[in-house]
């Protein structure tokens, strides 16, 4: 059973830079074919994909993102990271890691969410 746990502080004030990570159990992030996702859910808005690394260390990004994103990946530890700079109120959300198996084109391992409030 493939489990996926954010963690990361609540509350990050405007200017400065959100970090998470997304510690992976029961199957390696360098498998062939498994994409390691965020996903966000602003405040009364719907599901809004911010980003990927791949098994392989390829990244992907929402262009819409107006916040510099980055995602990286220890694989000694099995986990993924996201980095927002810059951060404004928008970025405020429900942020979930997932996972994308491209084979059947779905997600099919959700974290439970980490709500991250922007705020002074």
């Known amino acids: 059973q493939v489990q996926l746990q954010e963690s990361g502080p609540g509350l990050v004030k405007p200017s400065q830079t959100l970090s998470l990570t997304c510690s992976v159990s029961?199957?390696?992030?360098?498998?062939?074919?498994?994409?390691w996702n965020w996903i966000r859910q602003p405040p009364g808005k719907g599901l809004e994909w911010v980003g990927a690394?791949?098994?392989?260390?390829?990244?992907a990004y929402n262009p819409s993102l107006k916040s510099p994103t980055s995602i990286n990946r220890d694989t000694s530890k099995n986990h993924f990271t996201l980095q927002l700079s810059s951060v404004t109120p928008e970025d405020a959300a429900v942020y979930y890691c997932a996972r994308f198996y491209s084979g059947s084109h779905y997600y099919d391992y959700w974290g439970q969410g980490t709500q991250v409030t922007v705020s002074s």
């Open positions: 690394i791949g098994y392989d260390g390829s990244t």
């Open positions: 029961g199957g390696s992030i360098t498998t062939n074919r498994y994409y």
